[in-house]
T-cell receptor
Framework: NAGVMQNPRHLVRRRGQEARLRCSPM?????VYWYRQLPEEGLKFMVY????????ESGMPKERFSAEFPKEGPSILRIQQVVRGDSAAYFC??????????????FGPGTRLTVL | QKEVEQNSGPLSVPEGAIASLNCTYS??????FFWYRQYSGKSPELIMF????GDKEDGRFTAQLNKASQYVSLLIRDSQPSDSATYLC?????????????FGPGTRLSVLP
């Protein structure tokens, strides 16, 4: 029973490059969430997706950031033209379809992005 | 603005004592409540969830929920140095058509040997 998987675990990019982070939810989970965490800071919600739909992207920066969760394959968080301020840990979480008492989010190990 | 508040700490307790972590939330429509533990450099790990008013116990952990006061707490009995971590309170203020998790800033707990 594999948990939430994220890859890569560590990603180094130079300013101006693109970063692509992948998340495979737990089996049976159809909801995916992306969070960003700066060093010594709390989790900041970025985006909530279901298969082929963006449900809530209120936490996503308006420029350079995009997310998708296609019908097949993992969810992808894409950061274009990265800047040093994008350096952070990016966590993905998944949860099953909503029903009372099954809305728990489970987190992946995270991707640590470093922008040089 | 939906908010979840926690004391940032650090909260220091001696080994073997009870650690009490508190969380308040602003949205009265919130339905479910979660406590996560996060060790430095690691991802959040679910400890407890609670949906109904009252207490819920799991081993050394007890979650307490009071919806009237919009307050949820986590008690850790017989605290161990391995419990030293940041504890995140999360509240789902969503409805049947979606979920909206809001995380608190976390409380850093230090258990002193």
């Amino acid at each position: 029973n594999a948990g939430v998987m994220q890859n890569p675990r560590h990603l180094v990019r130079r300013r101006g490059q693109e970063a692509r982070l992948r998340c495979s939810p737990m089996k049976g989970h159809s909801h995916v969430y992306w969070y960003r965490q700066l060093p010594e800071e709390g989790l900041k919600f970025m985006v909530y997706l279901q298969k082929e739909n963006i449900i809530d992207e209120s936490g996503m920066p308006k420029e350079r950031f995009s997310a998708e969760f296609p019908k097949e394959g993992p969810s992808i968080l894409r950061i274009q033209q990265v800047v040093r301020g994008d350096s952070a840990a990016y966590f993905c979480a998944s949860s099953p379809p909503w029903e009372p008492s099954t809305d728990t989010q489970y987190f992946g190990p995270g991707t640590r992005l470093t922008v040089l | 603005q939906k908010e979840v508040e926690q004391n940032s700490g650090p909260l220091s307790v001696p080994e073997g004592a009870i650690a009490s972590l508190n969380c308040t939330y602003s949205d009265r429509g919130s339905q479910s409540f979660f406590w996560y533990r996060q060790y430095s450099g690691k991802s959040p790990e679910l400890i407890m969830f609670i949906y109904s008013n009252g207490d819920k116990e799991d081993g050394r952990f007890t979650a307490q929920l009071n919806k009237a006061s919009q307050y949820v707490s986590l008690l850790i009995r017989d605290s161990q140095p391995s419990d030293s971590a940041t504890y995140l309170c999360a509240v789902n203020i969503g409805d049947n058509y979606g979920q909206n998790f809001v995380f608190g800033p976390g409380t850093r707990l230090s258990v002193l040997p």
